[in-house]
């Protein structure tokens, strides 16, 4: 269960940079930070990061690795085949081995071998790159691995561990050289030589090359892709004709007004060109369709008014990004927010920058870096951030330039 975000547990599991912060102060902050990375709080695991937040939060609370390998080896883990289980624990083991506690790599290697999630387990291991972690691993790799995951465990070529196992595993250098060379990608039918009204035609089919007709319309700009829309969303290719909808630009302006307003099938489309393309008077038709989605905590909709309401500098949305920052369970948006935040209200955003240093996000801390005013405290987590090894170079090389500025 997600906490109220004003405790500690709360702001914990949002990976917000006050909990960070806050955590050395209060009692008990370890059981809170094993806590999350047991649970994984994460709204979306695929796209939000906590592994080097908690990884950090152990290692400055000066925290055991022992629970977290009593979390892998669970006996859940004989019967519960649920990957997200240990997924956090996996990423949180790993980016403590970059932070130079190297004890935490032995439970990984055990897990890599006999865990449920072993192949995720394995994947954290080579990707840190230090042959003398992985020593017998190889064997794993080529004993439990089919082609596709050998074909992602060997994404980085330049990987010292990787280049290791291949001079021993004809199965992995071949992967390696198929990696090299590229998958086969799929080519879409060449669409140019037809006309506007084949094209239009094709995308009404139900088949495969409808596909390729329609991004050839989008490609070409053509105006019958809004009545094309209307047709097909919500439906088939809905992808597409989002995608190509969407490569109009300020032409579709005028009917995704039509679209927010009339709760067609097509209302999504229509925000998210106004968030785009949009102009001051589409402010209340954004803030409107935030606050329905922040309603209802569809925070996956949220993205694009958010970004609308930034790119747009609206000082109406400012009180409510200020409310999102903090109550959404969501860490996505955070980046979002933040340069919303920074072009609409410069002087507010100056807070939200500062503990965006803390953040479990990269992209909020790179950002972060870019934009927090300069004072002793900031400076000392610049120089913190710009030392890190685990860190993001995107991060690292904000935080560079920013102390070298």
Not at 36 to 42: E, F, G, L
Not at 132 to 158: I, M, Y
Request: charged share 30%; glycine share 8%; net charge negative.
């Amino acid at each position: 269960m997600i906490q109220q975000a004003n405790t500690l547990h709360g702001q914990l599991q949002r990976g917000l940079g006050r909990g960070a912060r806050r955590a050395a102060q209060v009692r008990g902050s370890g059981e809170l930070v094993y806590d999350c990375v047991r649970q994984d709080p994460r709204w979306d695991r695929q796209v939000e990061s906590r592994g080097l937040y908690y990884a950090r939060l152990i290692v400055d609370l000066e925290l055991s690795c022992g629970p977290l390998a009593e979390h892998l080896f669970d006996p859940d883990d004989l019967i519960d085949s649920d990957e997200w289980r240990t997924s956090l624990t996996i990423d949180v083991l790993a980016d403590l081995v970059r932070l130079s506690r190297r004890e935490a790599a032995e439970p990984l290697r055990r897990y890599a071998m006999d865990g449920e999630n072993w192949c995720e387990a394995l994947d954290a291991l080579t990707a840190i790159g230090d042959v003398s972690l992985t020593a017998g691993l190889d064997e794993v790799a080529v004993g439990r691995c089919d082609d596709d995951d050998l074909h992602w465990l060997v994404a980085d070529p330049g990987n010292p561990v990787i280049r290791e196992w291949a001079r021993h595993h004809p199965r992995i250098a071949e992967a390696l050289r198929r990696r090299a060379g590229g998958r086969p990608r799929h080519r879409d039918p060449d669409q140019s030589g037809q006309t506007d009204e084949e094209l239009l035609a094709q995308a009404r089919q139900p088949d495969d090359d409808a596909v390729a007709a329609i991004l050839e319309l989008g490609r070409r700009r053509h105006p019958g892709l809004l009545d094309l829309a209307e047709e097909l969303l919500p439906g088939r290719h809905g992808g597409a004709v989002c995608h190509a909808v969407r490569d109009l630009g300020a032409l579709a302006v005028p009917r995704a007004r039509s679209w927010a307003a009339a709760g067609s099938g097509c209302e999504d489309l229509g925000i998210g060109i106004l968030a785009r393309f949009g102009t001051q008077q589409d402010i209340p038709v954004l803030l409107a369709d935030l606050r329905r989605s922040v309603g209802t905590e569809n925070w996956g909709s949220t993205a694009g008014p958010i970004e609308g309401l930034g790119r747009l500098r609206s000082g109406e949305a400012v009180p409510l990004l200020k409310s999102l920052w903090t109550r959404s369970t969501y860490a996505y948006l955070r980046p979002r927010l933040l340069t919303a935040l920074l072009r609409s209200a410069p002087h507010t955003a100056e807070a939200y920058a500062v503990e965006g240093l803390w953040d479990c996000e990269d992209d909020v801390r790179q950002l972060a870096a870019q934009s927090s005013p300069l004072t002793e405290d900031t400076r000392l987590r610049l120089q913190r951030l710009r030392a890190d090894t685990a860190e993001e170079p995107t991060v690292l090389t904000a935080a560079g330039n920013r102390l070298a500025g």
